[in-house]
């Protein structure tokens, strides 16, 4: 398995600004990605956070709504930009590991826009 | 592209109960299959997962998933459930030769004492 941290765990932020929330985990993993899970509902892709390049964005999200970085192998930040309250949701980050197939999660940011 | 249908939004059960909930996939490759467990407040943790092999799989408290292909099913088990069993659990799917995880709309759990 693999311990991930996020910060902040939580935010209460004005519509129009923006938030970065981090996420570093405790080893070295090959894959890092971020998900949305809107109030009562399942998880989303947002996209894949690649080391060293731009980050693979799944249909509906886009680089200037949600710029990722990825510096090394064990840590990634998400900014959601110019929030709306259409944003209040928990962000969570995921990683995988070299050899393994299975993602493992971390506690999650819960966002509320207002 | 894969799709996950979780077929029951909310479960209520009788603790000591038998709990069944149901999984469907759609994929036209090879895939892997996942149960994630939420409890309230919490992170995802992972369940159990096939990814080859012997079709029924078991998680350290109890539970228990078969993976049916011709059925594309992978339905999550449990004979008697605890109270602490109160939670949210995901279905998930990822194809063999991606990493792109595809989720269920979630069934939630409500063990009654």
């Known amino acids: 398995s693999a311990v991930i941290s996020q910060k902040p765990s939580r935010d209460i932020c004005q519509r129009g600004t923006s938030l970065t929330i981090q996420c570093q985990v405790d080893s070295q993993v090959t894959m890092m990605f971020w998900y949305r899970q809107q109030p009562g509902q399942s998880l989303t892709l947002i996209a894949t956070?690649?080391?060293?390049?731009?980050?693979?964005?799944e249909s509906g999200f886009v680089i200037d709504k949600f710029p990722i970085s990825r510096p090394n192998l064990t840590f990634s930040t998400l900014t959601v930009s110019n929030m709306s309250p259409e944003d209040s949701s928990i962000y969570l980050c995921s990683v995988e590991k070299v050899g393994s197939y299975e993602q493992y999660f971390g506690p999650g940011t819960r966002l509320t826009v207002t | 592209a894969q799709s996950v249908t979780q077929l029951d939004s909310q479960v209520p059960v009788f603790e000591e109960a038998p709990v069944e909930l149901r999984c469907n996939y759609s994929s036209s490759v090879s895939v892997y299959l996942f149960w994630y467990v939420q409890y309230p407040n919490q992170g995802l943790q992972l369940l159990l997962k096939?990814?080859?092999?012997?079709?029924l799989v078991e998680s350290i408290n109890g539970f228990e998933a078969e993976f049916n292909k011709s059925q594309t099913s992978f339905h999550l088990r449990k004979p008697s459930v605890h109270i602490s069993d109160t939670a949210e659990y995901f279905c998930a799917v990822k194809k063999a030769a991606g990493n792109k995880l595809t989720f269920g709309g979630g069934t939630r759990v409500l063990v009654k004492p």
């Open positions: 096939y990814l080859s092999g012997s079709t």
């Open positions: 956070a690649n080391q060293g390049s731009e980050a693979t964005y």
